[in-house]
């Protein structure tokens, strides 16, 4: 199929690329580490978490779905976000994956779903070239004990709430709210009253969701 890997719009956009698929090539200090990480290809019925194995294909391809990044991935965030001064980790996947530990790690997590032959799409956002503009479009678990999460639940507590998202544009009332909780610098509530807001939007009621946005003030 025509198209563009990540790597191949990463090579676009920058001269000095070195590609290794587990980390083993050498890392400077000064580096900027990209590493992308998910899950490997399925389909529906064999790609549903604890649902039957597929029985073909490689190794890789027959792995347990679960939420949890293979240990493989897991290392190479550790080596390469353990060893540069920017780490970038990008997540390739159709649902969420638990990162919640290694958090402390990363500089900047993007969620790139599925990207299919787009990828240059992803590189445009990584150097500037376009905005970050997406939101979540679930909530984002911080543990697998903790599914389902979702708005409206007692305790709405996820890693990344309905609705969050880092805005690199022109930036709204959300956008700015989203950012001063990312920077802890939030009074508490305001994570949820984003998800709420977000999920007025998405039911039609955009009054609702402004009048949540308007309550947003130190």
Known sequence: MPGTTILDGIRAMASDVTFSADASAPIRAGDVGVVVVGETPYAEGFGD??????????????EPKSLSLQPSDRAVVDKVCGAVSSCVVLIVSG????????????????????????????ADVLFGTKPFTGRLPVSWPRSADQVPVNVGDETYQPLFPYGWGLHTGVK???????????AGAAPD?????????????ESGDPARAASLLSSLTP
């Open 172 to 182: 709204d009332t959300r956008a700015v709210a989203v950012d001063r909780v990312a």
């Open 49 to 62: 978490v604890g649902g039957a194995p597929w029985k073909h294909g490689t190794a890789e391809q027959r």
């Open 189 to 201: 509530g305001w994570q949820s009253l984003i998800a709420d807001a977000e999920a007025a939007t």
């Open 95 to 122: 649902r969420p994956q638990l990162i919640t530990d290694q958090l402390g790690r990363i500089d900047a997590l993007v969620a790139s779903w599925l990207p299919g032959s787009e990828g240059a799409g992803v």
